[in-house]
Each structure stands twice: as C-alpha cells, then as structure tokens.
C-alpha cells in the first residue's frame, strides 16, 4: 500500500463510515476520527508546533495518546514518546541530546517543565502539514545494556515497512480489530498503530480494564504467554482469532490449548532499530523464531546475527544528527548471537550476555527460556554471580504468580538443564527494578546479586 496521504485520510476517504477505532467503547469511523485529528493538529499548529518540532510525549496507552500521535505526526513533528516511569534524573541527562522543543504529557504528573508545554485542544480549522512518508515522525528509546539509552528514528515508511511485512504473515482485514495491548513508548505498541493504518481496519483502545474484558469484540492481539495462558484457564469467552507472543519461550501445550479455541497464535523476533518484527512464524514449540519477513534479509557473521531491512531505522539522534547504524558493509549487526538452519533463525542471545562458569560457557537466554516454560513464571533473569572456584555461577531472578515456590523451582529444572547451566539460587525480582527503565537492567540485577544486598 502506498499513500498519498496520511493514512488515516487515506481511509476516510474509501471508508469513511466504518468503524475505525473504538475508544473504550465509544466507537469512532474513520471520518469521525479524521475530525478529531484536524481539530487536535489544529490546536498543536496553533501553539507552535510545525513541521521538524521535537515533542516529548509522556504517558500512558489512552484514547488521548493515540489522538496525540496522530495529530503530532499530522503537524509534521518528531515524536519523542516516553515511558511515564522513567526517572527524572535519567530524562536530565538524556533529553538535552534529543532536540525536543515541546512537551505533551497526558494522564502523568508533569516532569518536563524545561519545555513549554502543549495542552491537548481543538483548534480553529487551519491547514497543518502534509504527508511527507520518508520524514522522521518518531525517536524511540532502546533498552542497550550498557550506556544511555540510544533514540532509533524511523519515518512513516519504515513503520510502514514493517506493518507490511508482519501482515504478509498474520492476516489482518479490514473487519478485524487488533487490541492496542502494548504500550505506545515501545516499538512493539507502535506496531499494532501502524498495523492498524496500514490495513485500514480497526484498534480498540481500552483504558483501566482486565485484559479479557479489554479484549472484547477484538480479533488480534499482542500478548506475552502468561497472559494468553490466564486467558484459557479461566474459560472467558474470547473472540480473538489471532495472538502476536513475545516474551517468552512458547509451550506447546499454550499453543495447542489455543488451536483449540480457534485462536492462530504468532511468534517472532525484532528490536527497536527495525520497528518491531524481522521474524516470524506459527509457534510449533522449536526454538527458531521462523524466517524473515518480506523486506528483510538475516545472515549470521562469526555467530552474529545481521539484518538489512526496510524497516530499519533511518539512524540514532543525537544533537539534532542522524548515527547510521549500518556497518561498512551496510548490515546493521545486532550484537544477538545466532545460527540460520534451512532459512530459519534461532536467537541464542545477546553476544554482550554470555559468560563461562569452570570453563562452561551460560548463555542467559538459553536458560532463561527453559525457566520461562515454568507456568507460575511470568518473567527471569539469569545473571553471573562471581565465584572463586567457578570464576562465575548462574543466579535465577524470577517473578511470578504470589504462591509461587522459589524453593521448588531447583527441583524442577533438575532435568530440564545441564548441570552447569542449573541456577545456584533463585530470588525474587524487586519491585523496585520494574519502576522506571525502559526494560529492567540487565546489568543492574548483576550488581545487586553481587552486592550484599542481594
């Protein structure tokens, strides 16, 4: 699909009456949307904000911050979107290098006063910018384990790129209606948005809802297997026909659970740099996260996982300059290590992640994902405890559902891991590690576990 126009008066246009996005459950057609969104553009235009303005958007998944992404991108703005927990003293030291000129915080305390701040508001009707596809229209933060955060710019395109790619695999029509389930300061979440434009069919937005609830009526959705396997076990009537999965390994009893239902469900592998998926297939339970998608290409250099993509980044922001991110030979290297059987990649783990215990080298995501098929565990970390004789030893960080017995979970991957792979203890994650990163710490859980605090 190629536009002439934002995507959304694209689709006002060939389907104005239809039902386009459904804001708790207040449905809108895409005309009645395409309104809003002028009004909204019209209100931001009119507090300045026009084509290159750099906008800090900050909040949480609403009916506001998906008008707010259109209506910024309408205006022509670069949209900085943050996480609403992230600290203060970490957007002080970050923020200086992006260029912002505004601020737009929705539903959150207000944090960003060195800018002047937009208030979301109808404007008197006025022309606001045009459809400019190869414009940077997002900067979205990274989760690097060492340094701060990097700001991978896309276009429209590139997000186009990718919704295109992701749909040639899941089918997606213009009745079906995917659940905004992530959320929009994640490339995973801006995903489903451009999905949902690209197809020209609908998203439901829901705010403060139990998940079986959010999804009513909802035929796609984006899920980590905890939450899909609640979803079964708890019998709610469900009318999803597809699932996304990431997170997580994939049991296979999670996936043949939900065949049954008649639900298809996905599995994959991308990052921030290549605005969502580069792979993906039906989940069968094998460890491969399926091919590349149209538009991608992967291959493996000494382990490392390389890609070239349509989707790609247009480079990393930093004072007001685009850092390629491709190499000499014009491959982003991905620092994941991997291996490429009959085209199928299999992610290993970060290459940064590896360490050796008595000579052994633990791959953390290898384990990791053995640990995750636990059906108690919604997430885990394997880090490297130092140790004299060993030189290092795996420790397992764990959360999970309130009875879970950490005590067990020895036992239980007792046959499930090689010796040296198997976890010399097991703690609970912290509630204070899931305030504020843009992903939990890697490199912080390894701090804690060897200080003594842990």
């Known amino acids: ?39 909204l553009a019209a209100g931001l235009a009119q507090q300045g904000v026009s084509e290159g303005a ?33 600290p203060s003293a970490l957007l002080e030291e970050l923020l200086p290098e992006l260029n912002m000129d505004y601020a737009l915080e929705l539903g959150c305390d207000a944090l960003l006063s060195r800018f002047p701040a937009l208030a979301l508001t109808p404007g008197e009707p006025a022309e606001t910018g045009d459809w400019q596809p190869n414009r940077i229209v997002s900067m979205t933060l990274t989760s690097g384990s060492t340094g701060l955060p990097k700001a991978a710019a896309h276009s429209a395109q590139a997000h186009l790129a990718s919704a295109q790619g992701v749909l040639a695999a899941i089918p997606f029509h213009p009745q079906d209606c995917w659940l905004l389930s ?81 639900i298809a469900c996905w599995c994959g592998y991308g990052m921030t740099e290549t605005a969502s998926t580069v792979c993906a297939k039906r989940a069968d339970g094998k460890p491969d996260v399926g091919t590349a998608l149209p538009g991608r290409e992967i291959k493996i250099v000494d382990g490392e996982v390389w890609l070239r993509s349509a989707s790609l980044a247009s480079g990393y922001w930093r004072n007001a300059v685009l850092r390629p991110l491709l190499n000499q030979d014009g491959w982003f290297a991905t620092r994941d290590r991997g291996e490429i059987h009959d085209g199928c990649l299999t992610v290993l783990g970060r290459i940064d992640n590896l360490f050796f215990s008595a000579g052994e080298g633990i791959q953390p995501e290898e384990v990791e994902r053995v640990i995750a098929t636990h059906p108690h565990i919604s997430q885990v970390f394997v880090v490297p405890l130092a140790d004299s004789e060993f030189g290092h030893r795996p420790v397992a960080i764990v959360e999970g559902e309130a009875d879970l017995d950490l005590t067990s979970l020895a036992g239980w991957v007792s046959d499930k891991l090689a010796r040296f792979q198997q976890p010399v203890r097991w703690l609970a994650l912290p509630a204070h590690f899931k305030n504020g990163g843009i992903k939990i710490s890697r490199r912080a859980l390894q701090q804690w576990v060897n200080s003594d605090s842990g």
Request: glycine share 8%; proline share 6%; hydrophobic share 50%.
């Open 182 to 262: 992530l959320p929009l300061f994640h490339v995973s979440g801006q995903g489903i948005l451009w999905r949902w434009l690209l197809a020209g069919a609908q998203l439901a937005v829901r705010e403060s809802l139990p998940l079986h609830q959010a999804l009513s009526g909802c035929t796609h959705a984006s899920l980590v297997p905890t939450q899909l396997w609640r979803l079964l076990n708890d019998h709610h009537p469900l009318t999803l026909k597809a699932v996304l999965l990431g997170g997580a390994a994939i049991p296979v009893e999670l996936t043949d659970m939900a065949t049954e239902r008649g």
């Open 54 to 86: 750099g906008v800090a958007l900050r909040g949480r998944n609403g009916s506001q911050m998906v008008l707010a992404w259109l209506a910024l991108m309408q205006c022509g703005a670069r949209v900085l979107p943050l996480n609403p927990q992230l």
């Open 1 to 39: 699909m190629i536009f002439a126009q934002f995507p959304w008066q694209h689709w006002a246009q060939r389907r104005g009456d239809a039902t386009a996005l459904t804001l708790n459950d207040q449905p809108l057609s895409w005309r009645q949307l395409c309104q809003q969104v002028d009004a």
